[in-house]
């Protein structure tokens, strides 16, 4: 699976979009973008997924570039309870592959 | 829809002593995945099964551990003898056959002392 490469830490003021980049540029054609996240003493959470085109869900917007290199995951009006570790992970789809968990960006959101 | 079950929530047992956590995973699923999470490591995949066959155990860290799928709703990692180093949060996943969404239980939190 290919590396993916995130900020440790962000802020974001309440009410406003938090965008959280994510570097993926080993990416294989085959392998899907995936963003989970993990509030405290929870267990991770399925954000969205995507292959190559934009992706909207009622949780979250995430922006794939062209060349799939890197991408963007966009919590239009973040609240307090969107504080958390946000993940991206770079899969193979299909049936039974694994994730494989980086270090995540912790996002902070503040009022 | 019930999510993926896990027990126990909470554990504290002593060093040495047997531990054995369950899981149920969300019906329907085939896949099922066993992770681990430490302050240090982070989030780490012990082992999974697809079609309750285990598939990859490379992450599971030595012979103390274990796991079972003995049907295609429940499954079992055990640790014996437990050492104060496997204190950890313990998550299960499950996925379906038709899709790529893998999703968690809560976690069973464990100390061993």
């Known amino acids: 699976d290919a590396k993916t490469t995130q900020p440790p830490s962000m802020d974001c003021a309440e009410g406003r979009a938090a965008n959280l980049p994510c570097n993926h540029s080993?990416?294989?054609?085959?392998?899907?973008v995936y963003w989970y996240r993990q509030i405290h003493s929870q267990g991770p959470q399925y954000i969205i997924h995507?292959?190559?085109n934009n992706e909207t869900n009622e949780m979250a917007s995430l922006i794939i570039t062209e060349d799939r290199k890197s991408s963007t995951l966009i919590l239009p009006h973040a609240t307090l309870r969107d504080t958390a570790v946000y993940y991206c992970i770079v899969r193979v789809g299909g049936y039974g592959n694994k994730l494989v968990f980086g270090a995540g960006t912790i996002l902070r959101v503040k009022s | 829809d019930a999510g993926v079950i896990q027990s126990p929530r909470h554990e504290v047992t002593e060093m040495g002593q047997e531990v054995t956590l369950r899981c149920k995973p969300i019906?329907?699923?085939?896949?099922l995945f066993w992770y681990r999470q430490t302050m240090m490591r982070g989030l780490e995949l012990l082992i999974y099964f697809n079609n309750n066959v285990p598939i990859d155990d490379s992450g599971m860290p030595e012979d103390r551990f274990s796991a079972k799928m003995p049907n295609a709703s429940f499954s079992t990692l055990k640790i014996q003898p437990s050492e104060p180093r496997d204190s950890a949060v313990y998550f299960c996943?499950?996925?379906?056959?038709?899709?790529?969404?893998?999703?968690f239980g809560e976690g069973s939190w464990l100390t061993v002392v």
């Open positions: 995507g292959l190559k």
């Open positions: 019906s329907g699923h085939n896949s």
């Open positions: 080993t990416i294989s054609g085959n392998e899907y």
């Open positions: 996943a499950s996925s379906p056959t038709a899709g790529n969404t893998i999703y």
